[in-house]
């Protein structure tokens, strides 16, 4: 074989590989950057969401429901991004990271300036190195109030930046610096740091507003109630101006008292923000506070939450736990929680079913009121606050929040929630047995007008052996049992 073909055979070989190196590298590349969430873009007042949800949905999202995804896009307008939950899996990856290595993940800090309200992918670089030095935060992208506080506590914690909650040149140059030499902040009490504006705000508002807007009789000093309705978040001004200054922010779905109006601008109260907000966001509805009463027992498995007995909006149930039962779906999300009692119950439950040759799946339990809140807002929007109030419970009000109700199917109605399920050999055999086990059917048919929602076979509700016995053989709801 000649010098000259052996050369070329060589020089054709080393091409090869190093054509299959680079595609190597390429399509590497290509997998680490396909993680990275799109850019939010921003408009000048109200924000709308893209819900990111692969499940089928039908025109009516049921009480029992929960279709809300955990990652949204945000446009604004009046409005700010929605600060949304990590999903599980990245929350498991984040945990991860901290078991494998106490090195730090050291990213170039964005050379830019945010402030409240910024939406922005390098944001997310912030938010990812302040967790580095101490403070605990949600990785989203948006420079929300908690990133404005943790901001403000590291800038209040070096004496030589200014305490403005503003990330810029200064703060970048001294974060970057703490990260390098690996200090750890005391964040002890940063989430109820008083940031600047929130106390110009007190001084600003005049005595007798405060006074209007703080009463114990807000309800019914108000103009209505109403319920924000803009995708994601509404901007809370302190004047009925487009450029005042924001101080605060509303979820869709919050219910408000509008307590004035000057043109287009509504003063309103919640228990998140008070201040002003435009007119077109904000939607009354038929619904009276002066006729509810917040119960004093939430934590009585014999508790009656209706449209007329709530539930304080930040009750949580200390005792949640996942009861060993099948689901359609995997991961851990709030639905698949119940209280301690309630859930050993259902497990026997399911047991039984089993052995009586029915497949039952759980689907839905636990649900927060901030989850119940979007859930009504989304059905209002779709089909009217009536019509919304026969099929869903207003935030508050839901039985779910209780830690003691969980919606059951099966895959001969393809794992959904309707009707039909009471017409299947499973809703037939959860009607005739779930009383041994402590449950009850809540809303049954022909009882609208007591229980104040349309039948529901899935939704079962642990009261406890005694009480559910006397219930089934008398054929009564649970007002009328505790009645």
Not at 130 to 146: A, R
Request: glycine share 6%.
């Amino acid at each position: 074989m000649s010098v000259v073909r052996k050369i070329s055979m060589m020089v054709g070989f080393s091409t090869i590989l190093i054509g299959c190196q680079l595609e190597e590298g390429l399509n590497t590349d290509q997998e680490r950057h396909g993680t990275d969430r799109d850019s939010d873009f921003n408009r000048e007042e109200v924000s709308q969401d893209q819900k990111d949800d692969s499940r089928n949905e039908s025109d009516i999202v049921f009480d029992s429901e929960d279709q809300t995804s955990n990652h949204q896009r945000n446009r604004e307008v009046d409005v700010d991004p929605d600060n949304e939950d990590q999903s599980e899996d990245e929350e498991k990856e984040g945990a991860g990271h901290e078991d494998e290595s106490e090195s730090r993940r050291v990213e170039v800090m964005p050379d830019q300036t945010f402030e409240l309200g910024s939406d922005q992918d390098d944001i997310r670089i912030v938010q990812e190195q302040l967790i580095e030095v101490g403070y605990q935060l949600e990785v989203d992208s948006v420079f929300g109030i908690d990133t404005q506080r943790a901001i403000y506590h590291f800038q209040k914690e070096h004496e030589h930046l200014s305490n403005d909650g503003i990330y810029g040149s200064e703060t970048r140059a001294a974060l970057e610096e703490a990260l390098e030499n690996k200090v750890e902040i005391d964040t002890n009490g940063f989430a109820e740091i008083q940031l600047p504006h929130e106390q110009k705000r007190e001084e600003d508002h005049s005595e007798a507003e405060i006074d209007s807007v703080y009463s114990e009789n807000v309800a019914e000093e108000a103009l209505f109630e109403g319920m924000v309705f803009v995708g994601s978040m509404l901007n809370v001004r302190e004047t009925p101006d487009a450029g005042a200054e924001k101080v605060g922010r509303l979820k869709n779905g919050a219910h408000v008292f509008a307590l004035k109006e000057n043109g287009n601008w509504t003063f309103v109260y919640s228990n998140d923000a008070t201040g002003w907000v435009a007119n077109p966001y904000i939607k009354e509805i038929p619904y009276d506070s002066t006729q509810k009463q917040t119960v004093s027992n939430p934590n009585d498995l014999l508790v009656l939450v209706n449209k007329k007995y709530q539930l304080p909006n930040d009750y949580e149930p200390e005792d949640l736990v996942i009861p060993d039962v099948p689901f359609p779906f995997k991961g851990t999300p709030e639905r698949k929680y119940l209280r301690e009692e309630a859930a050993k119950a259902l497990e026997e439950l399911f047991e039984a079913s089993q052995e009586a040759g029915v497949e039952l799946y759980a689907t839905s339990g636990y649900r927060s009121f901030a989850t119940q809140k979007e859930i009504f807002s989304r059905n209002v929007s779709r089909l009217g606050f009536e019509i919304a109030s026969q099929t869903s419970a207003f935030p508050s009000e839901s039985e779910h929040q209780t830690g003691l109700a969980m919606d059951v199917t099966s895959s001969e109605v393809n794992f959904s929630l309707t009707t039909s399920f009471g017409d299947t050999k499973e809703g037939k055999w959860v009607e005739e047995n779930a009383h041994k086990f402590g449950y009850i059917i809540r809303y049954q048919p022909g009882k609208e007008d007591i229980t104040g929602y349309t039948y529901e076979p899935w939704h079962l509700r642990y009261i406890g052996k005694k009480a559910a016995k006397e219930i089934d053989e008398r054929g009564i709801t649970l007002e009328e049992y505790l009645n």
